[in-house]
């Protein structure tokens, strides 16, 4: 059978008069967009920007809901009410959903951001109220999360959604499977030929190596990258080229 794995990235996180990244570059090299919802980035004409690029350049669009913090960027933790955050869910979903109607397109997939992603990873009740909220605003909607986790998993298949496992090839990976914390050295990948061959093992070998030295099991349908990352748009074309000239199909979920 023949190897196929979906290319995505964390885009439309500029904001206001502050700009973030290189999205309408990286476009050309991915083939699903995660659209920050305005809660931790982005605002309505970032949204619709990035949207419309997306569309135009025959990327999936997904949305990318996070924690509403602006200031932390959405990767400080939170204690939050399970309800509040499925209608924060419900809420960033639907605001992109309609910008992606207004571009002739649909939804696709949704992928929680930062801290709200981490946490739901590893918490039963966060991971339902995420779940719940996706569900609520379209059963046909993937659900992204971190390959390996139960809690995401369970959740999405309690809700009658598709889980799509994805891994990450610009951060690095404990022993135990866990993203290392950005505030460690070594917890960001800035190589594009690191990044690459570490999409390689993720798609062949189904492995991944952790900043410890130990190789991991894991199955991923998509690798991200982060559309923050100063080196995203080189990681990006060497990833797709990478795969590619491996014989690797890159392609978005499938809906």
Same mark, same amino acid.
């Given at each position: 059978?023949?190897?196929?794995?979906?290319?995505?990235?964390?885009?439309?996180?500029?904001? %206001?008069?502050?700009? =973030?990244?290189?999205?309408?570059?990286?476009?050309?090299? #991915?083939?699903?967009?995660?659209?920050?919802?305005?809660?931790?980035?982005?605002?309505?004409?970032?949204?619709?920007?990035? /949207?419309?690029?997306?569309?135009?350049?025959?990327?999936?669009?997904?949305?990318?809901?996070?924690?509403?913090? +602006?200031?932390?960027? %959405?990767?400080?933790? =939170?204690?939050?009410? @399970?309800?509040?955050?499925?209608?924060?869910?419900?809420?960033? #979903?639907?605001?992109?959903?309609?910008?992606?109607? !207004?571009?002739?397109?649909?939804?696709?997939? /949704?992928?929680?951001?930062?801290?709200?992603?981490?946490?739901?990873?590893?918490?039963?009740?966060?991971?339902?109220?995420?779940?719940?909220?996706?569900?609520?605003? %379209?059963?046909?909607? #993937?659900?992204?999360?971190?390959?390996?986790?139960?809690? =995401?998993?369970?959740?999405?298949?309690?809700?009658? *959604?598709?889980?799509?496992?994805?891994?990450?090839?610009?951060?690095?990976?404990?022993?135990?499977?866990?993203?290392?914390?950005? !505030?460690?050295?070594?917890?960001?990948?800035?190589? @594009? &030929?690191?990044?690459?061959?570490?999409?390689?093992? *993720? /798609?062949?070998?189904? #492995? /991944?190596? &952790?900043?410890?030295?130990?190789? +991991?099991? =894991?199955?991923?349908?998509?690798?991200?990258?982060?559309?923050?990352?100063?080196?995203?748009?080189?990681?990006?074309?060497?990833?797709?080229?990478?795969?590619?000239?491996?014989?690797?199909?890159?392609?978005?979920?499938?809906?």
């Amino acid at each position: 059978m023949a190897l196929r794995i979906d290319l995505n990235a964390d885009l439309g996180e500029a904001f %206001g008069a502050y700009a =973030m990244g290189a999205d309408e570059a990286v476009l050309a090299y #991915v083939t699903s967009a995660n659209v920050a919802c305005g809660f931790h980035a982005g605002d309505p004409t970032v949204i619709d920007r990035t /949207v419309g690029r997306a569309v135009r350049a025959g990327v999936a669009v997904g949305a990318h809901p996070g924690y509403y913090d +602006l200031r932390g960027f %959405g990767r400080r933790e =939170m204690v939050a009410d @399970p309800g509040e955050v499925e209608a924060d869910v419900v809420y960033q #979903v639907g605001a992109l959903a309609a910008f992606a109607r !207004s571009h002739g397109a649909h939804l696709t997939h /949704v992928k929680p951001h930062g801290a709200l992603y981490n946490q739901a990873a590893r918490e039963e009740g966060l991971a339902r109220a995420v779940a719940r909220g996706v569900a609520r605003a %379209g059963r046909e909607l #993937v659900l992204v999360g971190l390959a390996g986790s139960s809690a =995401m998993r369970r959740a999405a298949e309690t809700e009658g *959604l598709r889980f799509a496992a994805e891994a990450f090839v610009d951060r690095a990976y404990d022993a135990q499977g866990h993203l290392v914390p950005r !505030s460690r050295p070594g917890a960001l990948i800035t190589d @594009p &030929s690191s990044a690459a061959a570490k999409a390689l093992r *993720l /798609v062949r070998d189904r #492995v /991944v190596g &952790s900043i410890d030295g130990a190789d +991991l099991p =894991m199955e991923a349908d998509t690798l991200c990258l982060h559309g923050d990352n100063p080196h995203v748009l080189a990681i990006a074309r060497a990833v797709r080229e990478a795969l590619e000239g491996a014989g690797v199909s890159v392609q978005a979920l499938a809906r």
